[in-house]
């Protein structure tokens, strides 16, 4: 068992168990929730029942990054998420904010927000590195090639899980040469990013390869997908037994974060999980 002093943390919280951070799409097409927290007044009301649901941070985001999705301006994605992320960081929730612009970063951290979630890895804009490094805050670097309107044409790999390994790892060495301090990085293989079904699949099974890299490992699994491809289920909000597998099995793979729509059902799993390992 870890002492407290061998126990890692990141964004300020403990990572002695598996942490879970809520999905808030402040958007009209999401792939799954797309409009049903579309106002601030709902939008805001869903965090803050998240949090009383047992969710650790919650992800609010602004621009749907589903395949196919059209990039939205940051004037539009800002509008969007700042009144939200300020009324829950005025609550005392951690709270992320998924953009890949760094005039939408700044902002929202001005804002309450404390960790920057990034689809891109920061290699959308030239100028998030310099930002995230100067504003020194926790950020999650995820594993995506092209854009979310031509990744689906981009899953092409001999090996899932090394040529994602290796450019992950690649991305994290920039965001060190950027300044950003190791302690403040988590990493994403991105799962259904640039992925087909069965290579989501393979990126589960091979996480050990990424929670070897000594970075805390988050994964979003939820809904994805490759959960309808092996359940045969094609409707997205129809996919919490899937979910709640995939959920479990990375964290029991060494994923630190899962990042889910269905809070309560997550966090429900971990703690019949952890209590049956006591």
């Not at 990039?71 to 300020?86: H, L, Y």
């Not at 970063?105 to 030239?126: E, F, K, Q, W, Y």
């Not at 479990?248 to 899962?258: D, E, Q, T």
């Not at 971990?270 to 049956?276: A, P």
């Amino acid at each position: 068992m870890l002492t407290s002093n061998e126990i890692p943390y990141w964004a300020g919280l403990s990572l002695d168990r598996p942490r879970v951070m809520g999905i808030l799409n402040v958007t009209p097409d999401s792939f799954s929730d797309g409009g049903r927290d579309g106002g601030p007044e709902a939008a805001i009301e869903a965090g803050l029942a998240m949090a009383e649901d047992g969710a650790d941070i919650i992800d609010v985001g602004g621009e749907s990054t589903r395949p196919g999705a059209v990039a939205v301006p940051p004037e539009i994605e800002q509008d969007r998420v700042i009144p939200v992320v300020r009324a829950l960081a005025l609550a005392g929730l951690c709270v992320s904010v998924d953009t890949r612009n760094a005039a939408t970063m700044r902002a929202v951290l001005d804002a309450g927000a404390t960790i920057i979630n990034d689809v891109s890895g920061l290699t959308h804009d030239p100028r998030a590195a310099a930002l995230v490094a100067a504003r020194s805050c926790p950020v999650v670097l995820m594993h995506m090639r092209g854009t979310p309107a031509t990744m689906n044409a981009m899953a092409t790999y001999r090996d899932v899980v090394a040529e994602v390994r290796a450019e992950l790892l690649a991305r994290v060495e920039a965001a060190l040469a950027a300044g950003i301090a190791r302690k403040n990085i988590a990493i994403d293989p991105g799962i259904g990013f640039a992925k087909l079904p069965e290579q989501s699949r393979a990126l589960l099974r091979g996480l050990p390869a990424f929670t070897g890299l000594g970075y805390p490992v988050l994964i979003g699994v939820s809904r994805k997908s490759f959960i309808g491809a092996i359940s045969g289920e094609p409707r997205a909000d129809r996919r919490l037994g899937g979910s709640l597998a995939a959920a479990v099995f990375a964290a029991l793979r060494g994923a630190a974060i899962v990042r889910v729509h269905d809070v309560r059902e997550t966090v429900q799993a971990f703690r019949v999980w952890h209590s049956l390992l006591e």
